[in-house]
């Protein structure tokens, strides 16, 4: 099984790049995860309180299930990750996303870089590297179609969360990646690339292995 990693700030164009890769290589031989999903479950708390939570922060995940489903799926087993709804700030108490152990598996979010441990996990490091201004205005749209926020609720979480984190946390991350992709899913060079190394491993005679103790 090969685990890639794909990092990046929000609206970089993580998950272009992770759907683009999977459509060269065909659904049935790809597990997409997205770590949104793991986000920790604050159910408990009111939705005022939820609303004053740092969801840009890296201890904003729960990196422990993420990790312990990583290691059932390289063993073969089927597992079952949590659906985060972001609108309420919890996760789904109905739904689940099923997860099964395949050839390849890409797993996508803001921190994916940025923990040591699920880095360890990964085969293949990807930084998606786009301009801010490109990623806030994407993420204006979503936020607003998508989640339901204001742009003022917008305005206030990037300047007070999301662009320190991104400072602190996620740009230092890239000095871990084995490949940088400028502009995301505008980057064919770049996704031709990464679907080269792909194919290379699911194409070989399970003789290719990449060292995934570098820049760990």
């Known amino acids: 099984m090969l685990i890639i990693g794909i990092a990046g700030g929000t609206g970089s164009g ?3 790049v992770a759907r683009s890769v999977i459509d060269r290589q065909g659904s049935e031989k790809v597990t997409f995860i997205s770590q949104d999903n793991y986000y920790k479950d604050h159910s408990q708390l009111t939705m005022a309180e939820r609303e004053t939570i740092n969801y840009d922060h890296p201890f904003a995940f729960d990196n422990g299930l993420l990790i312990e489903n990583l290691k059932s799926l390289k063993a073969g087993e089927t597992v079952y990750a949590p659906v985060y709804d972001f609108t309420v700030h919890a996760r789904s108490t109905t739904d689940t996303v099923e997860l099964k152990p395949n050839n390849i598996v890409i797993i996508e979010g803001l921190h994916v870089l940025s923990d040591e441990n699920l880095r360890q996990m990964l085969d293949i490091k990807v930084f998606v590297d786009t301009d801010p201004d490109v990623r806030i205005l994407r993420r204006v749209l979503r936020d607003i179609e998508e989640r339901g926020r204001t742009i003022q609720s917008i305005h206030n979480q990037y300047l007070n969360s999301v662009k320190p984190m991104h400072e602190a946390f996620i740009e230092p991350s890239k000095k871990y990646a084995d490949l ?11 996704i031709q690339l990464l679907s080269i190394l792909t194919e290379k491993y699911l194409t070989s005679d399970c003789d290719w292995v990449l060292d995934n103790n570098n820049n760990n």
């Open 14 to 16: 993580k998950t272009t």
């Open 180 to 190: 940088i992709i400028p502009e995301g899913g505008h980057n064919e060079v770049g």
